[in-house]
C-alpha cells in the first residue's frame, strides 16, 4: 500500500486521540527496508533559521584586490577597459556552514561545479562541537548529532551542483559507513564515482589498539555521471622511464599481446580469440594457415585459453606498421608482443600513495611555514592531495567554481590558486569556516592572504605570491523571516553583497541616481534599484550604456520586476523582482517555522522515538 494514502487514511480515523494518531503515524513513517534512521537532533543554527534569514555582508577591509583586476574608464557609458586577464575572485564566508549553504542557493543553485568538504571525522577527541558542546567517544547519540548535522548540509549542497558536478566527501573509518549509506541515498548509489583510499600518514596512528591507521577515504559522487569525466593521471618519472624505446612516432615499450585478468576469455571477447600463423623461414605472419607455419594461440602458461588485445583486422594493421614482434621466450614458446606507446596519463587508481600526500610534511609542516605556527590548526591536508583531487575533476574547466564549506586552514583555496597558476586556470573558488578559536581570521584567511601576497617562511626565505587572485571577506547576517514591508526593504538592502556574488560583479561605479546601485565587469554590469520611483532614471541610464549585458534587480512588493515601465530598454536588460528572488531560493532548503498552536489536521508526520525525539528519515 502506498504510505502517503496510509497516513491520510490514518488521519480520517474517528475516535482517535491526537497522541494516538500521531503514533500510527510514526509506525507507518518508520517502516522501511534499507537504509539510515537517525534520532535527529536539532541544531541551534537551524532553530535561527526558523525565524530569520540568512545574507552576507563583505567586511572590506579584508578585502585583497589584484593590480590586474578589473577596471572600466571614468564614463559609464564609452567601452570598458581592462588591463588585464581579470583575476578570480575568491570568497571566503565566516560564520555556520548551514547559513552560508542557505545563503548560496540564491547565489550559486546549480552552479557548482565541484564540491570538497573535509567535514568532522567525530572522533570523539573532543574535536568537533555540536550545539557549542563537544560530542565525546562515549556519547551515546555521536553518530546521530553526526548525521543529522552533516545530512542537512549534504542535500543543500546537491542542489548547488551543477548537472555535470561532482562532491569529493573525505572521512576515515570513524564515520566512513555512515557517510557512504547517506551518500548514497542523497545521490543515489548508482552516481557513485569511485572511493579513493588516500595514504595520509605513512608511519600509522600509534593510539590506534590493533591496526596502525595510515589512510583516509576520498568518497567522489555526482549528480549524472554520463556527464562526468575524470581524467587520467600524469605519469611519474618512473612510469616514463619505463618507455624507454623510441620509434618515429613516440617512446614506447613492448607489452605481452595475450589479454590476461578480466575479461579475457574467449566467452566473454570471441571476436578476440583467433590463432596466429607465423612462418620462421621469411619472418612473416599471417591469419592464413600456409605451409611452414606455426599456429601460435592465445594459451597462458597455465594452458587456459585466453584472448588477444586485438581483433583480427587490427591485429593486421598492428602487424603491418611494425607494431608486433613474434619471437621466442626462454622456455622455447612463442610470444606475441604489441608496442605499448607512451600515454599523457593513467586511468587513477583507487589506491594513492605518494610521499606528498603525506599530510604531516605537506599539511601540517607547510602551514607551519606558511604562519610561522604550528599549532595553528589540527590535522591539515596535503596541499597536493586536494590539489590532484581536484585536477582528476576539473582539469579540463579552467573557469569552474569549487565549494568547500569545511574550509578549516583553507587547503582547498592554496589548491585551487597553485592548480591555476600551472595550468593558467581561472577557476574560482568558495571557503566557509565559522570563527571557532579565531580559525577564520587567524588561519584561513591569513593562510591565503600570504599565499597571494607572498611570505617570508620559517628560514628567512622570500616566498613569491600567487598574486593574480582576488580574495574577498563576508560574514553571515540576518534579516528577520517575516515578511512585513520593513523586511522586505531591509533584505533587499542587504542584498547587495548577495547580487555581487551572484553575478560575479564587484567594480562600484558612482551613479548620481541615488537608491541605485551600479557595478561592472568585462561580462556584466549589475543595476540594483532599491525603491521603484528611479525606474524612469535608471531607463534613461540604461539607454546610453554600452554593455554586452545588464542585469537589473528591483525592489518590488510582489513578483512582479515592473516590465511595463523597462519596455523602452527590455531588449538591453534582463529584470528581476528583489527580495521575492531571494525568498523563492530559500523556500525550499529553510526549516519550517514553528506554530505555536498546532493544528489538528498538521500532526507531524517525522516518526519519534519512546521519548518523544525526532527520527530522521531520508
Not at 525565524?51 to 578589473?70: C, D, G, H, T, Y
Request: with cysteine; glycine share 4%.
Amino acid at each position: 500500500m502506498n504510505k502517503t494514502d496510509l497516513i491520510q487514511k490514518v488521519k480520517a480515523l474517528d475516535g482517535l486521540s491526537q497522541d494516538e494518531r500521531a503514533y500510527l503515524i510514526n509506525l507507518v513513517n518508520t517502516k522501511k527496508k534499507y537504509g539510515l534512521v537517525w534520532e535527529d537532533k536539532p541544531e541551534e543554527v537551524e532553530e535561527q533559521l526558523r525565524e530569520n534569514l540568512p545574507v552576507l555582508k563583505e567586511v572590506k577591509e579584508k578585502a585583497i584586490i589584484a593590480s590586474s583586476s578589473f577596471k572600466i574608464n571614468e564614463s559609464l557609458f564609452n567601452d570598458y577597459e581592462q588591463n588585464n586577464a581579470e583575476a578570480p575572485n575568491h570568497i571566503l564566508i565566516e560564520g555556520d556552514n548551514l547559513h552560508a549553504l542557505t545563503a548560496l542557493t540564491f547565489t550559486h543553485e546549480g552552479k557548482i561545479d565541484l564540491i570538497y568538504i573535509d567535514p568532522p571525522y567525530n572522533t570523539g577527541n573532543k574535536t568537533w562541537r555540536y550545539n557549542n558542546d563537544y560530542v565525546e567517544y562515549e556519547d551515546s547519540f555521536r553518530h546521530s548529532k553526526w548525521l543529522s548535522f552533516i545530512s542537512k548540509r549534504i542535500s543543500i549542497a546537491k542542489k548547488l551542483l551543477k548537472e555535470d558536478g561532482v562532491i569529493i566527501a573525505t572521512i576515515d573509518d570513524y564515520e566512513i559507513f555512515q557517510l557512504g549509506l547517506l551518500m548514497d541515498e542523497v545521490f543515489g548509489e548508482e552516481n557513485c564515482l569511485g572511493i579513493i583510499t588516500v595514504e595520509n600518514k605513512p608511519s600509522g596512528r600509534t593510539t590506534d589498539k590493533f591496526f596502525a591507521t595510515s589512510h583516509e577515504y576520498y568518497l567522489y559522487y555526482c549528480k549524472n555521471p554520463s556527464q562526468v569525466t575524470v581524467n587520467k593521471l600524469f605519469l611519474t618519472e618512473d612510469q616514463s622511464a619505463e618507455y624507454r624505446l623510441s620509434d618515429e612516432i613516440s617512446s614506447y615499450k613492448w607489452r605481452d599481446f595475450l589479454r590476461t585478468g578480466g575479461f579475457s576469455t574467449p566467452e566473454e571477447r570471441p571476436n578476440s580469440y583467433y590463432p596466429i600463423y607465423f612462418d620462421p623461414n621469411t619472418n612473416r605472419a599471417s591469419l592464413n594457415i600456409s605451409e611452414g607455419a606455426v599456429e601460435i594461440l592465445p594459451i597462458d602458461s597455465k594452458g587456459v585459453n585466453r584472448v588477444w588485445r586485438r581483433t583480427r583486422p587490427t591485429f593486421m594493421e598492428d602487424y603491418q606498421k611494425g607494431d608486433i614482434l613474434i619471437s621466442k621466450n626462454k622456455g622455447g614458446r612463442w610470444k606475441i608482443q604489441i608496442k605499448d606507446r607512451i600515454k599523457t596519463g593513467i586511468k587513477p587508481k583507487t589506491v594513492w600513495y605518494n610521499p606528498k600526500y603525506d599530510a604531516s610534511s605537506h599539511g601540517t609542516k607547510l602551514l607551519e611555514t606558511i604562519l610561522g605556527d604550528a599549532r595553528s590548526f589540527d590535522f591539515p591536508k596535503s596541499l597536493w592531495a586536494v590539489k590532484d583531487s581536484i585536477d582528476l575533476v576539473l582539469r579540463n574547466k579552467k573557469t569552474s567554481v569549487i565549494l568547500d564549506f569545511f574550509a578549516g586552514s583553507g587547503t582547498t583555496l592554496h589548491a585551487t590558486m597553485q592548480l591555476n597558476a600551472e595550468d593558467s586556470g581561472n577557476r574560482q573558488c568558495i571557503l566557509v569556516t565559522n570563527n571557532e578559536n579565531n580559525i577564520c581570521e587567524e588561519v584561513t584567511y591569513e593562510r591565503n592572504k600570504r599565499i597571494i601576497q607572498g611570505y617570508t617562511n620559517a628560514k628567512g626565505i622570500a616566498v613569491e605570491g600567487l598574486t593574480n587572485n582576488n580574495l574577498r571577506y563576508y560574514k553571515s547576517e540576518f534579516v528577520g523571516r517575516e515578511t512585513s514591508l520593513k523586511n522586505k526593504r531591509e533584505l533587499t538592502q542587504l542584498a547587495t553583497d548577495l547580487l555581487c556574488i551572484k553575478e560575479d560583479c564587484y567594480t562600484d561605479q558612482k551613479l548620481l541616481i541615488k537608491q541605485a546601485k551600479l557595478f561592472a565587469n568585462a561580462r556584466v554590469s549589475l543595476l540594483i534599484l532599491f525603491d521603484d520611483h528611479i525606474i524612469p532614471d535608471a531607463v534613461e541610464l540604461i539607454k546610453g550604456m554600452d554593455a554586452k549585458e545588464i542585469k537589473v534587480y528591483v525592489f518590488s512588493m510582489g513578483s512582479d520586476p515592473y516590465t511595463e515601465d523597462f519596455a523602452e530598454v527590455l531588449d538591453k536588460v534582463t529584470l528581476c523582482a528583489l527580495p521575492d528572488a531571494i525568498y523563492k531560493a530559500y523556500q525550499h532548503v529553510l526549516p519550517k517555522k514553528k506554530r505555536t498552536v498546532p493544528l489538528m489536521e498538521e500532526v507531524s508526520e517525522t516518526p519519534t522515538n519512546e521519548n518523544g525525539e525526532q527520527l530522521s528519515i531520508l
